[in-house]
């Protein structure tokens, strides 16, 4: 108890709780505008508070970690632009709403739910993470080829009306997932002697380029020379009702516990656990066909999911001093430069900080209710009263500027400027461009992990299904492949029985 | 940012550099690896100590990509003249022309000097048959391809590292590639591989809690955190050290007093006690080598890797 109580005295001492404010604002701005991105802000931040007290230091990472993935929702939804990969899933119902003019009510929803699904997992992270994280263990290159072949199984929400297309766009996403020094073989493939292909195509680069650039382009086309008016905009204190709050609900608490348990992953990140949310909201409505033409639960579902994976994913960094994702990585380094051993022993050695740390997640996804809902929302919905004309240049400016800090590389600003060219035309000939992703992201996952479970079990493929994890994984892969496939057979039977009482039946039935 | 436009702004101003007052404007470095990573920490690091020395302002320019190749290929555009500086762990300098076409080879750059360095270890489960080094190498000799070791990347350094040894004892273990040591701990806590391959501060805190026992580091002399593992001089095989290590690099006809200039004030930063303490807690220690003591160590090491990696058959 004495611990809890200085915990929370340290915490909310004025330096780290100004950090924490202060961050949090940052943070939603870094998620707000495509390109820049959580990790590259703390790796940029983290230097210059090296002299700093840790917990302030520490307050900076929670603070624009949660902040950028809510502020990433932002765009999605006004401009159909995720402002980081993880907001892809928010852009498919954000966007329909905004269009239908319920922009603040979606903002308000995503910004629910992204402190919701960042509650959650800190929560997770303080009482049974460290529990959790020797579990994980159990997860090796056998388990990790299934959850990227799970993944890619859900490509079948996202491919929309059109199966062969979406297909082809997940195809085309493995495809691209192929460039690049392999790193189980040291050969380079389809790199055409070009050094800058060497480490493959940047996700975050094509992500910016797919996904910016068609609707920056179509707002182009528009060419409207006056934005709304601030009477359209209707930003003035939208109530969400209490009866649809409740038929949120489940889909926040199904969303924090595929958002946590994705993040305990280490390797599997925040877009695959708002992908995974979105999915499993989809299957679980009685509306599915609501999905992608503006339904509040695909918004609550993306990004409570993709905030709940934050904390989680600081647990096996935490506990076992194995980073789950950059971001993580970044803290252990942190955590370092302040003189403390990432590991099992950190939570006796140190309780305090690490304790604090916990706490400043929790509060900070707390804290982005009040700066996300009240303050940011409000200015950045004004984006939308800006005309096409101003807009346009203003969005390629910030795009072009933060894809050439990723690497600092010219190249990348072809290749974003050749992905969205690509995207533009994908869009026009109505081919889905989640399944892309999809594929850049899940198909090097899959590739590599399956091939070293085969290094490991000397070429016996039926280690990949003997274990009782993978075992696990593959059957419900499985199910999700056919259950949809077995109801619809099953649908298609009884339509085809119930208008044509008769006639074959007279055939069966003596 | 500011600074490099202002010395952007300044350069058709400078039209003979004289060399007394050196430097009278910002010097760019580049670091060839993304921002945040150990590289990339070190160098920010030291660049803070430098600046108050050197009187200037320092400029990171991070470009990653490519195992380190695609940065030092970018820096390979810059000019001798001591305001665009590399500084580079040694893997792209020595390991990647190994395996890859790269247009830039040792003769491309003046060494200036390096900065910091660590050793790889190689570790296993507490119930692996083997207490010593030797007694390890013996183990993994006596059973060819049963253990499966992880590492950093087919081609990286701890690979060729590792190999480097094994090749000398006629030694066959399984390499498993992974994305970094987080992954390969991660792998080998979970009894995924038998063998942990990487770098030492991460698996630390295992040994500490009798998870892990480091039976061997790839340096000459046995590290003092890892008292049960052998360094390679006691197993005769002083001749394969390979270690991780930093260094600063000018572009190739870099004049010598500038040269001189940088190396006494990297002598003195690198050396400072603030620095030391910040290297400790990555488990690396300063050890500034500078002239033509730089360069034997590059060319030794090269060749040594080239050799490994032929065997290998991973040579371009």
Avoid at chain 2, 97 to 111: A, R
Wanted: hydrophobic share 50%; with cysteine; glycine share 10%.
């Amino acid at each position: 108890m004495d611990t809890i109580a200085t915990i929370l005295s340290s915490v909310l001492a004025p330096g780290p709780f100004l950090a924490m404010i202060g961050s949090s604002i940052l943070g939603v701005f870094i998620g707000a505008l495509p390109g820049l991105n959580p990790v590259m802000a703390i790796a940029l931040l983290l230097p210059l508070t090296y002299s700093m007290d840790p917990l302030v230091a520490l307050a900076m990472v929670a603070g624009i970690y949660n902040g950028s993935m809510y502020g990433g929702a932002i765009p999605a939804i006004l401009l159909r632009i995720p402002g980081t990969p993880a907001a892809i899933a928010t852009t498919f119902d954000g966007y329909p709403m905004a269009q239908k003019g319920e922009a603040a009510r979606a903002l308000k929803i995503a910004c629910w739910s992204s402190a919701i699904g960042g509650t959650a997992s800190a929560l997770a992270l303080i009482t049974v993470g460290p529990l959790l994280a020797r579990a994980t263990l159990a997860f090796g290159p056998a388990e990790y080829f299934w959850i990227a072949v799970f993944g890619m199984a859900s490509v079948g929400v996202l491919v929309g009306n059109d199966a062969v297309k979406g297909l082809m766009a997940a195809v085309f996403g493995l495809l691209l997932g192929t460039v690049g020094l392999d790193q189980l073989s040291g050969v380079p493939r389809y790199t055409f002697g070009q050094t800058w292909l060497l480490s493959g195509l940047d996700l975050i680069v094509i992500l910016v380029g797919l996904y910016a650039m068609p609707p920056v382009l179509s707002l182009a086309e528009k060419a409207d020379l006056s934005g709304l008016s601030s009477r359209d905009l209707k930003l003035e204190a939208v109530r969400v009702p209490w009866s649809e709050i409740k038929s949120i609900i489940p889909t926040w608490i199904r969303s924090s516990l595929i958002g946590i348990g994705v993040g305990i992953l280490p390797g599997a990140g925040g877009n695959v656990a708002a992908f995974l949310s979105y999915n499993a909201a989809k299957n679980a409505s009685d509306d599915p066909k609501s999905f992608g033409k503006g339904n509040p639960n695909g918004v609550a579902a993306a990004e409570c999911g993709n905030n709940a994976d934050n904390a989680a994913s600081m647990i096996p960094a935490l506990a076992l001093g194995i980073p789950g994702n950059v971001v993580a990585a970044l803290v252990l380094g942190a955590l370092l430069i302040h003189g403390l051993q990432p590991g099992p022993q950190l939570f006796h050695q140190n309780p305090q900080l690490v304790g604090g740390f916990m706490v400043e997640m929790l509060l900070t996804s707390l804290i982005i209710l009040v700066v996300g809902g009240a303050a940011a929302t409000r200015v950045f919905a004004q984006v939308q009263r800006l005309p096409g004309v101003l807009l346009v240049p203003s969005v390629l400016v910030l795009m072009t500027v933060g894809v050439y800090v990723i690497n600092g590389r010219v190249v990348d600003l072809w290749i974003m400027f050749a992905a969205g060219a690509c995207g533009y035309f994908l869009e026009k000939m109505s081919v889905p461009l989640a399944p892309i992703v999809l594929g850049l992201i899940l198909g090097p996952m899959a590739e590599q992990n399956i091939r070293r479970a085969l290094l490991i079990s000397r070429g016996d493929v039926t280690e990949l299904v003997t274990r009782p994890i993978s075992a696990t994984i593959a059957v419900a892969t499985l199910a999700l492949i056919v259950w949809p496939i077995a109801t619809a057979i099953l649908r298609r039977r009884k339509a085809a029985r119930e208008p044509a009482n008769t006639a074959p039946q007279d055939r069966t039935t003596p | 940012m500011k600074n490099l436009l202002i010395g952007i702004a300044l350069l058709p101003l400078v039209t003979s550099p004289a060399l007394a007052d050196y430097p009278e404007r910002a010097i760019e470095v580049t670091v060839p690896a993304p921002a945040g990573g150990g590289t990339d920490t070190s160098a920010r690091k030291l660049a803070i100590l430098l600046e108050e020395e050197l009187g200037q302002s320092l400029a990171i320019l991070n470009v990653a990509g490519g195992g380190g190749s695609v940065g030092v290929t970018q820096f390979m555009q810059a000019r001798p003249d001591g305001y665009s500086l590399l500084a580079t762990w040694n893997s792209p300098i020595t390991t990647v022309p190994q395996v890859q076409q790269t247009v830039y080879g040792l003769d491309s750059f003046t060494p200036i000097a390096s900065t910091s360095e660590t050793a790889y270890t190689m570790c296993v489960k507490p119930d692996f048959p083997a207490e010593t080094g030797a007694e390890f190498l013996d183990e993994l000799a006596a059973n060819p391809d049963k253990y499966t070791y992880g590492n950093d990347g087919i081609g990286g350094t701890m690979q060729l590292a590792a190999e480097r040894i094994f090749q000398q004892r006629d030694i066959k273990a399984v390499a498993i590639p992974f994305g970094g040591a987080g992954e390969t701990l991660q792998n080998f806590l979970g009894g995924h591989i038998d063998i942990y391959g990487g770098s030492i501060s991460p698996v630390l805190p295992y040994v500490e809690s009798g998870e892990a026992k480091c039976l061997i580091v790839t340096s000459a002399a046995p590290v003092e955190a890892l008292p049960q593992a052998a360094g390679l001089e006691s197993l005769g095989l002083e001749a394969q050290e390979t270690l991780l290590w930093r260094l600063v690099l000018a572009p190739a006809g870099l004049d010598q007093a500038i040269a001189d200039r940088l190396v006494a004030a990297l002598e003195k930063t690198v050396n400072d006690p603030e620095y030391v303490e910040f290297l400790a807690t990555k488990g690396e220690l300063p050890n500034v080598v500078a002239g033509e003591a730089l360069t034997r160590r590059l060319q030794t090491e090269y060749d040594g890797l080239a050799e490994v990696s032929k065997k290998l058959g991973l040579s371009q």
